[in-house]
């Protein structure tokens, strides 16, 4: 029993060492292709967040397009930090606010049971809605809009890229 024990702990130790050891992926470029937009910091270059567009990426350089200076080959040693963002949009929350919204707006229009409420005497029905259609044309009349002025709004998500070794130099990286 006590061999399987070492064996474990064996096997976690050298997991956990991998990333330190540079070890842990090949592909120094693993999710970077061309048009992504990364957010990097450089102090050779006095860069600290500065969000750029990949143009090309090996194992040891990333060429990055720069608004002010175009194109600019980075050896990986002098990054610090590397972000690369994972593009969305505001569909879902906006869509949740606008439901909601709608729920509300649909559960203060006024019902069979409300005095605003006429009776048409002629066709013998209410003028007004009940509870559940009133509530449901407020839900799609809130949610419906939410939904697609969502997809216009688009945010940047950012996503930490381990570095292994590649950059800041000769900090090393250990995470257990």
């Known amino acids: 029993m006590s061999g399987c024990i070492r064996i474990g702990v064996l096997a976690f130790c050298c997991l956990a060492m991998r990333p330190a050891l540079g070890l842990a992926q090949s592909d120094a470029c693993e999710g970077l292709t061309p048009e992504t937009r990364v957010r990097l910091s450089v102090p ?3 860069w600290s967040g500065v969000v750029s567009s990949v143009i090309s990426c090996s194992d040891t350089e990333l060429v990055v397009f720069h608004r002010p200076d175009g194109n600019v080959r980075l050896a990986w040693p002098s990054v610090t930090r590397a972000e690369r963002s994972r593009r969305g949009d505001l569909r879902w929350p906006l869509f949740a606010v606008g439901a909601a919204a709608g729920l ?3 559960s203060q229009l006024p019902t069979e ?3 605003e409420c006429d009776y ?3 066709n013998g029905t209410y003028d007004c809605f009940d509870r559940g259609t009133a ?3 407020g839900l799609a009349i809130g949610a419906v809009p939410g939904y697609f002025g969502g997809m216009f709004i688009k945010i ?3 996503e930490l890229m381990p570095l292994y070794g590649r950059g800041a130099g000769l900090l090393a990286r250990v995470s257990l």
Do not use: H, K, Q, S
Request: no cysteine; glycine share 6%; aromatic share 22%.
């Open 113 to 115: 049971n409300d005095e």
């Open 156 to 158: 940047d998500r950012w």
């Open 120 to 122: 048409d005497y002629v």
């Open 135 to 137: 509530m449901f044309l």
């Open 104 to 106: 509300w707006l649909g």
């Open 44 to 46: 050779e270059r006095a």
